[in-house]
């Protein structure tokens, strides 16, 4: 069936591959808050690293043994998991991860490449982004853009003390950059 509908990516793997592929993208994910790959790769991890979370969200006991399952290093990333990601999302209703577009990772095979974040975290891009922006409106006297505005809404939603946090974030950044 050309062109049919597919319930999910088969990344040219077989499926033991593409199981062991995506277990790996989400431990790092975990781990690291930010990873860096392809843009089919990135949308299935954000798949599988939604759900991961929305079961870190309800934390019982088969919650638990299913996380267990997708980590590669459940010792070191199920108190993190449990813990510190779930108490950030506990309030927010999903949209845990973001993929942003890239350039071109490798210049020899011109791949779509993009970067799988957590949304809220230290490493969150669009809160330094929108940051610097605001910092340059500021240092030019310009007022702020409609899509600035919705970004500062949206960036500050759902972090407890969203808006000190990015006052200090927009002070750390015009110092950087005078």
């Known amino acids: 069936m050309a062109g049919g509908h597919m319930k999910y990516r088969t990344l040219s793997r077989d499926s033991a591959h593409r199981q062991a592929l995506l277990r790996n993208l989400v431990t790092s994910l975990i781990k690291e808050e930010s990873i860096h790959t392809t843009w089919p790769k990135a949308k299935e991890a954000q798949r599988l690293a939604e759900k991961l979370i929305t079961m870190a969200k309800k934390n019982n006991e088969q919650a638990r043994r299913n996380a267990q399952a997708i980590f590669f290093t459940p010792d070191e990333l199920m108190p993190k998991l449990f813990?510190?990601?779930?108490?950030?999302?506990?309030?927010?209703?999903?949209?845990?991860?973001?993929v942003l577009r890239t350039e071109a990772k490798d210049k020899y095979d011109q791949a779509p490449s993009a970067i799988l974040e957590l949304v809220d975290g230290p490493k969150d891009m669009r809160f330094a982004m929108t940051a610097a922006t605001v910092a340059r409106d500021r240092k030019?006297?310009?007022?702020?853009?409609?899509?600035?505005?919705?970004?500062?809404?949206?960036?500050?939603?759902f972090r407890e003390e969203g808006r000190e946090e990015f006052e200090k974030m927009v002070e750390k950044v015009s110092d950087l950059k005078l």
Not at 83 to 98: L, M, Q, V
Not at 140 to 157: E, F, P, Y
């Open 140 to 157: 030019l006297g310009k007022r702020h853009t409609d899509w600035t505005v919705k970004n500062i809404a949206k960036v500050t939603q």
């Open 83 to 98: 813990g510190e990601i779930r108490e950030r999302y506990a309030n927010r209703p999903g949209g845990y991860t973001r």
